[in-house]
């Protein structure tokens, strides 16, 4: 049973088109987070949403909009995609800031490719 | 904001040596310091964390080390296996501070040699 599931698990796509990832943990966890992987494996951090509230927005374009609908699950849809976009998506959730408990489980991540 | 550097990018080590990742922080405040495991084509996945008010933390053959005047830690594998091969990030935050979020490391990259 996936504790944090991601779909798609890759996705090619040309640019200009508008794509979603959907993200789903059921781990009862309250915060949930978007990392972005470049082909150097730098992991940065995007989102991050506490029981549907955006608290962290770091400078991503305002191409990336993510959505969360409830608690356990958080979306990402991007606008117009741009060569620069190629990358893998992890999806990951943690118990939440103030409960003493931080560490991550990341989803399975999507790779996106745009041509 | 955080800042975390991460050394060496790429690590060899004979089958059965030592390895040795260390990592830096700018943000005195940080607290909360993990590290994450990511095989090729695979997820990240946490294999020890260590918080502030604790000098060094043991599981098995992986050992981290947190020095909080310098600001450095580390993480330590013994007795190196194959399937110790991965990419190894070490991460920084501030726990408890109603705003986390983990800076991570540029990564390393380990490979066993049988």
């Known amino acids: 049973d996936t504790a944090v599931s991601q779909t798609p698990k890759y996705l090619v796509t040309q640019m200009g088109n508008d794509k979603s990832i959907k993200c789903e943990q059921n781990?009862?966890?309250?915060?949930m987070y978007w990392y972005k992987q470049d082909s150097k494996k730098f992991l940065k951090i995007m989102f991050s949403?506490?029981?549907?509230?955006?608290?962290i927005n770091e400078t991503v374009p305002n191409r990336f909009s993510p959505k969360s609908p409830d608690k356990a699950h958080l979306n990402l849809h991007i606008n117009s995609l741009e060569l620069g976009d190629s990358a893998v998506y992890f999806c990951?959730?943690?118990?939440?800031?103030?409960?003493?408990?931080?560490?991550?489980?990341f989803g399975s991540g999507t790779r996106l490719t745009v041509v | 904001g955080e800042n975390v550097e991460q050394h060496p990018s790429t690590l060899s080590v004979q089958e059965g040596d030592s390895a040795v990742i260390k990592c830096t922080y700018s943000?005195?405040?940080?607290?909360?310091f993990p590290w994450y495991k990511q095989e090729l084509g695979k997820r990240p996945q946490l294999i020890i964390d260590i918080r502030s008010n604790v000098g060094e933390k043991k599981d098995q053959r992986i050992a981290v080390t947190l020095n909080k005047t310098a600001k450095h830690f580390s993480l330590h594998i013994t007795e190196t296996q194959p399937e110790d091969s991965a990419v190894y990030f070490c991460a920084a935050s501030r726990a408890n501070f109603g705003n986390e979020k983990l800076t991570f490391g540029t990564g390393t990259r380990l490979t066993i040699i049988p």
């Open positions: 943000d005195s405040a940080s607290n909360y």
């Open positions: 990951a959730s943690s118990q939440g800031p103030g409960t003493g408990v931080n560490g991550y489980t």
């Open positions: 781990l009862g966890h309250d915060t």
């Open positions: 949403y506490n029981n549907k509230e955006l608290i």
